[in-house]
């Protein structure tokens, strides 16, 4: 019974919204803080005290005062947490260049600095300036588009599976779609090339097996009702052993014979040949195209490196028809999305160029020794926290491209591996989670890791701050 008693006194002496507002009110730090930000975060802890007090089962547990300081402690934790924007930076030291879950691709410098411009003004997003009238919302992109691809014609969507959704519903429509059985793949986030095709109202016809399909098995499958003829770049696995495909050429080969469209799904889709950086060659936009593919897609933001889109380029007659669908209303692309685009294609004028200036290619070019550097950097620089209990090491590690595109290739690279005394490899990984912005570090061999391939100059701060204070 006296547990009782001591539970109802200590619920008594829970403070009033009102009381605890008028304390933080007073507080000149929150003086700009929307009075429902601060009712919300005292209810919180209020509340959770109450449920805690409810639930203390065993009389000993139960201290017999409020602490009032750890409430507004609490509280003023909270008010910060609910200030916080939800979508923040996180340190990408993973190795994983395009990480999906992280973002993906950062956009190079021009890009960034176009954006801020176009998004702080007015801007001639669908005027034509020299007409004064109306204008194309793709023109400011088609040109650049076709100069680099070598395409007739491009436009650009939301993302690459929006693409392909909209090219299929153009182009096949309620006709047959074949496609070779060891290519229907999924990637993350569940798009997988039967829902597409069904979502776009065409009949999938699969043809070949999981690792052979020849040219006579697309021949044998057309009939009166095909509409089109589809290759998928399986971008995040390799079929290997006993295999044959159907190359571009033999495709389009076989399209023209029987006056078919050829479309490819490139997948992640590059301008640059990567084999020249010592790296596997991963089939290039322009290949594509000259293969003769009247139609080819691939993302913005995977290996092109710039913001999500889907781009579009091929033939101008399916182009002209692809603008016409409603659909393209429906996934059109933003303005701040497209000033970001217009600038990243702009630098693969110069491929030397592209392979500085933005990030996502820089990291997967970077050479072994720079990285190693970097790690060297890196360590001296967590070594000026003069703490006995950190045991650094320079290991030699694998980073990946990620964003599903060469998914068997591992690229050198230096990690720097961080044992803490009393501390397990999970335990850091989680304590440099909880760090603020999130550091993202992986786990080998019972050992923390930081791949510095994905580590930028401007993070090596965070991360010597951050084991300062688990440290501390
Ligand atoms: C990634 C990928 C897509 C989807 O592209 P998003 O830009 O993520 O929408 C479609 N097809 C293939 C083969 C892919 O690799």
Redesign the pocket.
């Known amino acids: 019974m006296k547990q009782m008693n001591n539970q109802e006194m200590l619920l008594r002496k829970l403070p009033g919204v009102d009381r605890i507002l008028e304390r933080i009110q007073e507080e000149q730090e929150y003086t700009g803080t929307p009075k429902s930000v601060l009712v919300d975060a005292i209810r919180f802890v209020i509340e959770k005290k109450r449920s805690d007090i409810l639930q203390t089962r065993t009389f000993d547990d139960v201290t017999d005062d409020i602490n009032i300081d750890q409430l507004l402690s609490d509280i003023r934790q909270k008010i910060a947490m609910i200030m916080k924007p939800n979508l923040r930076r996180t340190v990408n030291a993973t190795g994983v260049v395009v990480h999906t879950n992280l973002g993906r691709s950062l956009l190079a410098k021009k890009a960034i600095e176009q954006v801020i411009e176009i998004a702080s003004n007015y801007s001639n997003l669908e005027f034509d300036i020299e007409k004064g009238q109306r204008g194309l919302r793709y023109s400011s992109v088609e040109d650049i588009l076709c100069e680099i691809s070598g395409a007739e014609s491009g436009m650009v969507v939301n ?3 929006a693409a ?1 959704l909209l090219c299929l519903e153009t182009m096949a429509k309620g006709k047959e779609v074949i496609v070779s059985r060891g290519e229907l ?1 999924e ?1 993350g986030g569940s ?1 997988r090339i039967p829902d597409v095709m069904a979502k776009s109202g065409c009949i999938l016809k699969e043809v070949g097996t999981t690792n052979r399909t020849h040219p006579r098995d697309y021949e044998e499958a057309i009939n009166e009702n095909t509409g089109l003829l589809l290759k ?2 399986t ?2 696995y390799t079929i290997t052993g006993f295999t044959a495909d159907v190359s571009l050429p033999e495709m389009e080969k076989i399209g023209k014979k029987h006056s078919l469209p050829v479309m490819e ?1 490139l ?2 889709g590059t301008f640059i040949d990567f084999s020249r950086y010592g790296l596997t060659r991963e089939p290039t936009v322009q290949d594509s195209v000259r293969a003769g593919m009247d139609i080819v897609t691939f ?1 913005g ?2 290996l092109l490196g710039g913001p ?1 889109a ?1 781009i579009i380029v091929g033939k101008k007659e399916i182009i002209g028809k692809i603008r016409k669908n409603p659909l393209t209303r429906a996934l059109r692309i933003d303005k701040l999305t497209l000033a970001a685009l217009e600038s990243t294609l702009r630098l693969y004028r110069d491929p030397k160029n592209a392979a500085r200036c933005i990030p996502t290619l820089r990291m997967i070019t970077e050479p072994y020794e720079q990285v190693h550097q970097k790690a060297d950097r890196l360590v001296r620089n967590i070594e000026e926290l003069h703490d006995s209990r950190l045991v650094l090491n320079i290991k030699k590690i694998s980073s990946k491209t990620g964003g ?1 595109a060469l998914p068997l290739l591992d690229i050198p690279s230096a990690g720097v591996g961080i044992r803490i005394q009393d501390m397990t490899a999970d335990g850091i990984e989680k304590a440099m989670r909880a760090n603020d912005p999130a550091i993202i570090g992986r786990i080998e061999e019972d050992l923390y890791i930081l791949d510095l391939r994905t580590i930028q100059d401007d993070e090596f701060s965070i991360i010597v701050n951050a084991l300062k204070n688990i440290l501390a």
């Open positions: 993302n690459n599976a392909v793949v990637i798009f998928v770049h971008s995040n799904d997948g992640s993302s933001d995977k999500q889907g599903g």
